[in-house]
C-alpha cells in the first residue's frame, strides 16, 4: 500500500494573548478522548469544507470550537505554519495561522469535541503539547510576538 497526500485539509488559529510586553500565553484545547491518558492539548483547528479558503476556515473552525468570533482575534495571515501529520495511509497538512485575542478576559467555550482549555506560556504550551512540529511551530511565534514583528493583519 503507498500513502497519498493530500493538499491542505485542514486549517486553524494559534491564538495568544498579551500578559504584559513580553509575557504571552497561548490557548490550547485538551482532546476529548475515550481514557484522559489518551488526551493531549493542541491549538484550534479543523477539516476545510470545499473550496474553502484556510484563512476563512480558519476562523469559522475557532468559532466553532472556543466561541471566539473574527471580531475577538487579530489573525496574522503572513504568519502561516504548515503542519505535516500522517493519519492512518493519508498524509494531513494543517495551516496555522497566528491570531490575537484582544480580550484578555473573553470567555472561551470550549466545544463538545474537547474536554478542556487553558492559556499557557510558552513552556508550559511546549509540555503539554504532544507532537514536536507544534512545539516547534509555538517557538517560532513566541519570538514573532516577542521581537514585536507583527505587521498587519486580517479580520
Not at 488559529?13 to 481514557?35: C, G, K, P, Y
Not at 463538545?112 to 512545539?135: F, G, S, T, V
Request: charged residues 20%.
Amino acid at each position: 500500500m503507498s500513502t497519498t497526500i493530500s493538499s491542505v485539509s485542514q486549517a486553524g488559529l494559534f491564538l495568544f494573548r498579551r500578559l504584559s510586553a513580553n509575557a504571552v500565553e497561548f490557548l490550547l484545547l485538551q482532546t476529548n478522548d475515550v481514557t484522559p491518558s489518551a488526551r493531549y492539548w493542541v491549538p484550534p483547528k479543523g477539516c476545510l469544507k470545499t473550496d474553502e479558503c484556510p484563512i476563512e476556515g480558519a476562523l469559522r473552525i475557532t468559532e466553532k470550537l472556543t466561541g471566539l468570533t473574527r471580531c475577538d482575534i487579530d489573525t496574522y495571515k503572513k504568519y502561516k505554519y504548515m503542519v505535516r501529520y500522517n493519519h492512518g495511509l493519508e498524509w494531513n497538512d494543517i495551516e496555522y495561522y497566528l491570531a490575537h485575542v484582544h480580550n484578555n478576559n473573553k470567555e472561551i467555550e470550549t466545544s463538545r469535541c474537547h474536554c478542556d482549555h487553558k492559556w499557557m506560556n510558552l513552556a508550559c504550551a511546549c509540555n503539554n503539547m504532544k507532537y514536536i512540529q507544534l512545539k516547534h511551530m509555538a517557538k517560532c511565534y513566541q519570538e514573532i510576538i516577542t521581537n514585536n514583528k507583527l505587521g498587519s493583519y486580517t479580520i
